[in-house]
């Protein structure tokens, strides 16, 4: 039943659509159960047609996962009893049966030996991928060369069905087209959304209560989240100095940390008008004075934040120059008791399996008790593009909507209900909070695809233990909305 939960409230929250979708009907949506009160939903896209392709090699070309804590497989060759694996290779299994074909899946070892891959190839007006799972911000560099065949000229994707995320995938349209769409196939996009950990033996020794009654009574907003993680700070061994042995409010990295304030917050540094192009809004009074907030309570008094990129390990064991192994350390950090608030990804939570101590899950606080929702950042996300190059439009799109679909029946359920739900959260009350930090994700394109241009100017500023924001946003204005502009530019003379 819990899934059935999840998946209408999922449907009843992504109701919006955006960009251009195929002109398929809201009567080609069917939902298929029986005895709803037992049977899970099924959920069937009754439009796609019945083809067979001849044993057609499928081709898709991904990134090693491993380096980032998400999934990135598009095919596994063969069931091993891990939940996600699993269902992975059931779903693959049921649409190449459908439609007689064979996936082929080739794997480059990081990000930027795929970017390459697939910029070369596709220059080379060469074959050589039916998809390709490029990073957020590299699909959006790739989209506006012209490498990227746009989703309304793939005939069977319907962006407007629930197992797309119609709140981020608003977010990453341009002239009222989107080059790629987030769809439940996506799974690693909601492994890269934020949450907070909280270490529950902590919140029992200080005396702090029912954490989860913040969230269920509106209650849970930054300012809150500063004041425990103020009482929580403590100079263990009485040295005089804070390092890593201490006990902290807050364990995250500062990429992972300071965007999701305003992020969470409803707080968007690059925004579209109403003619669906990119406008800088990151110059407003409400973002500069949060992130004064954010200054002024991490770095006006007691040490209350540590962050692995900046601070000095010295207890923990890592190696040098390591980011994933640094990154770690904060996980270190929390299964020692040493951090009540861990700030990290939906995907790394599967990371502390073994921990000890039983720990919580929260989505990130509200700005204040007036807003309506709590927000959850989409830090990034690997997301399949088709290339210009690409044979045959009508087949693609048609795997990729399949493929859609029975990741909503069954990697979602999978990876959502057995892996999350029942093998890594702790209690019930995380299970909920799940459920909303699903429901209400969204991205700042802002803190992703302009991450370099926007989101470093607030975040160099923090880690310089600075606050003139303001000033530094207009020093950057000029350069900011000229590469805006530019793709503006771009976007407009696409077909």
Not at 306 to 334: E, H, L, M, P, W
């Amino acid at each position: 039943m819990k899934i059935i939960c999840l998946m209408l409230i999922s449907a009843m929250v992504f109701i919006i659509g955006c960009g251009e979708s195929s002109n398929v009907s809201e009567t080609d949506f069917v939902k298929e159960t029986s005895e709803p009160e037992t049977t899970e939903l099924k959920y069937t896209a009754a439009y796609l047609p019945d083809k067979t392709y001849g044993g057609y090699e499928f081709r898709i070309t991904v990134a090693d996962g491993n380096l980032w804590d998400c999934t990135t497989a598009a095919h596994v060759d063969e069931e091993t009893g891990d939940t996600v694996n699993d269902a992975i290779y059931q779903r693959n299994l049921q649409v190449a049966e459908r439609y007689n074909i064979k996936f082929v899946q080739n794997l480059t070892p990081d990000l930027e030996t795929l970017r390459v891959t697939f910029n070369k190839s596709t220059q080379a007006d060469s074959d050589d991928f039916d998809l390709c799972m490029l990073i957020s911000r590299h699909a959006w560099a790739a989209a506006l060369n012209g490498s990227v065949v746009p989703v309304h000229k793939l005939p069977y994707l319907d962006i407007s069905q629930p197992w797309y995320s119609h709140d981020v995938n608003s977010e990453i349209s341009i002239n009222n087209k989107l080059y790629f769409a987030y769809s439940d196939e996506c799974l690693n996009m909601f492994e890269n959304t934020l949450c907070v950990l909280f270490n529950k033996k902590l919140v029992d020794d200080l005396a702090f209560g029912d954490i989860y009654s913040l969230v269920n009574e509106n209650k849970w907003i930054i300012d809150k989240f500063f004041d425990l993680a103020k009482a929580t700070s403590a100079d263990l061994n009485g040295d005089g100095e804070m390092t890593d042995s201490d006990r902290y409010g807050i364990l995250s990295q500062f990429d992972m940390l300071y965007p999701c304030f305003w992020v969470s917050s409803g707080i968007k540094t690059v925004s579209k008008d109403t003619d669906d192009l990119l406008v800088f809004t990151g110059d407003n009074e409400k973002l500069f004075n949060l992130l004064d907030k954010i200054y002024r309570n991490i770095y006006d008094g007691e040490k209350i934040y540590f962050d692995t990129f900046k601070d000095k390990i010295t207890s923990f064991s890592y190696q040098a120059g390591d980011q994933t192994q640094q990154r770690r350390v904060s996980a270190s950090q929390f299964e020692s008791n040493l951090g009540l608030f861990y700030v990290i990804g939906v995907g790394q939570i599967p990371k502390l399996r073994a921990m000890e101590t039983d720990f919580g899950i929260l989505p990130f606080p509200k700005y204040d008790e007036s807003q309506a929702k709590y927000y959850s950042r989409v830090i990034d996300g690997w997301i399949n593009c088709v290339p210009v190059t690409a044979p045959d439009l009508e087949r693609t799109s048609i795997i990729m909507e399949a493929l859609a679909v029975e990741s909503r029946n069954i990697t979602i359920p999978a990876y959502f209900e057995t892996a999350l739900r029942t093998k890594y959260a702790r209690d019930n009350e995380s299970q909920e909070m799940l459920d909303i930090i699903y429901a209400y994700k969204t991205m700042d394109i802002g803190d992703t695809f302009y991450y370099e241009q926007v989101r470093l100017i607030y975040t160099d500023l923090l880690v310089a233990k600075r606050n003139n924001f303001a000033s530094a946003v207009e020093s950057n204005f000029n350069s900011i909305n000229n590469e805006l502009n530019k793709a503006n530019e771009t976007a407009l003379a696409l077909e």
